[in-house]
């Protein structure tokens, strides 16, 4: 294969895939763009005044973040697999006061207020191959997720995606989404994909629950943090004829969402890697609108904000995602522009006022301005310090794998189960 991959044919074939995509895609989202950018210059784009180094807030506040990391090869028994997750949550304080901003809460404190190990690991076994996928699947997620009670955990996007018109299990029999109420009775009946599922999308499924039960229990807990980060979109897929979600993680993400704006806690979600198109032209109309020294945030408008949406947007698959509300922002010259999400909900009530751009702009602008000043680590300057913290504690290195099968090898081996059964298939002729 080497050969062949050091040839001019190789090569040749490289460029032309790369010609057409720049054919195809990048002068279409180039044109598109072009539609958008006296609106981007004058209406979506703005900077942010940052506090001073040496500011003192009036009232100190928490920040936490979650993340995750996971394989779903710790371990393979014939056609079983065995997941292994893990979540780490960090808090913060901004601890102007006392001239230590953002110290982490030692670890007991944090453990004690959360009632589980920081970080948290656990394993779990699905097979896909047995005609037990969804019923597996739906009883791991039970596990997870700390709500089990369908309707606790689907009434939430109802209510959301309602503007409130849907309160009740009834109120959903006599809705429109009536024909699909009885579908959605139990966790394994949040399955879409039933027997389809791949074991990536297993894995992508209990990694998600896994993230968000850690993100729910320090929302609920007494440490009361004012923000909660989460890593990732508010991305919820749904169903083309039912429009609901497709998969149960859609439906915990609104009743963590509900969860929050109930506990007076902003939700959010950032990315370093998205598919906002024209992401880079964005960025260079920022620096031209304000400078290249300034910090800046745009504001991602769907088809019913004011104005429309984007024409660079109207093609693309769930940007905005249903619910929630999409910026993107630079704090450093020397990053990309990363993408945040906000509630919709939560939005529409304590950022957007009807009829005030300016006094939404006001609201924008403050709210960037807290986000600016917990991305100020010289290790990660212009991305949270309290995501970066979660990311670093939760993700498994190569040896942290390589340990975790060796003790899956080891209790194998106690339980008389043979190591052998552990490898990959064909392992054994190096293939």
């Not at 001019?8 to 032309?16: S, V």
């Not at 009883?139 to 849907?166: A, H």
């Not at 800046?296 to 947007?313: A, K, T």
Request: charged residues 25%; glycine residues 6%.
């Amino acid at each position: 294969m080497l050969e062949r991959i050091l040839t001019d044919e190789f090569r040749n074939q490289l460029k032309a895939t790369f010609m057409d995509i720049r054919e195809t895609q990048e002068k279409k989202d180039e044109n598109e763009l072009a539609k958008d950018e006296e609106r981007l210059r004058h209406k979506l784009i703005d900077s942010i005044e940052p506090y001073r180094s040496d500011v003192v807030f009036d009232t100190d506040y928490m920040v936490s973040a979650v993340d995750g990391s996971g394989s779903s090869e710790l371990a393979t028994l014939n056609d079983v697999r065995v997941h292994l997750l893990s979540t780490s949550t960090i808090v913060l304080g901004t601890n102007t006061k006392n001239g230590a901003p953002f110290m982490p809460m030692d670890r007991v404190t944090l453990e004690a207020a959360l009632g589980r190990a920081q970080p948290y690991v656990n394993s779990y076994w699905h097979s896909g191959v047995r005609g037990d996928a969804r019923e597996k699947m739906a009883e791991t997620l039970e596990d997870i997720y700390p709500v089990s009670k369908i309707p606790d955990l689907i009434l939430p996007f109802f209510r959301d995606t309602t503007n409130g018109q849907i309160q009740s299990i009834a109120d959903l029999s006599n809705s429109r989404y009536s024909e699909h109420a009885a579908m959605l009775q139990t966790m394994e009946s949040l399955i879409f994909y039933g027997q389809f599922l791949t074991n990536t999308h297993v894995h992508d499924e209990l990694r998600k629950a896994s993230e968000y039960a850690a993100a729910r229990a320090v929302i609920t807990s007494d440490i009361r943090p004012k923000y909660v980060l989460l890593d990732g979109a508010m991305s919820m897929f749904l169903h083309q004829v039912g429009q609901y979600p497709i998969m149960p993680t859609g439906f915990m993400l609104r009743e963590l969402c509900s969860v929050a704006r109930d506990k007076r806690v902003v939700l959010c979600a950032v990315s370093k890697s998205h598919t906002i198109p024209g992401a880079d032209r964005i960025a260079e109309l920022a620096e031209e609108v304000i400078g290249k020294s300034n910090k800046w945030f745009c504001f991602l408008p769907g088809q019913d904000d004011p104005g429309g949406g984007l024409h660079i947007l109207e093609k693309r698959t769930y940007i905005p995602p249903p619910l929630a509300v999409p910026y993107l922002f630079s704090f450093s010259q020397d990053n990309r522009p990363s993408r945040i999400d906000f509630d919709r909900v939560w939005w529409l009530q304590d950022i957007f006022v009807a009829g005030d751009p300016k006094k939404t702009r006001q609201n924008e602008k403050a709210l960037f301005r807290d986000i600016e000043f917990m991305s100020r680590d010289a290790r990660w300057y212009g991305y949270p310090v309290a995501l970066a913290l979660a990311h670093e504690e939760c993700k498994l290195s190569y040896e942290d794998l390589r340990l975790a099968k060796e003790i899956a090898d080891d209790v194998l081996q106690e339980l008389g189960m043979g190591i052998r059964r552990t490898v990959e298939l064909r392992e054994d002729y190096n293939l």
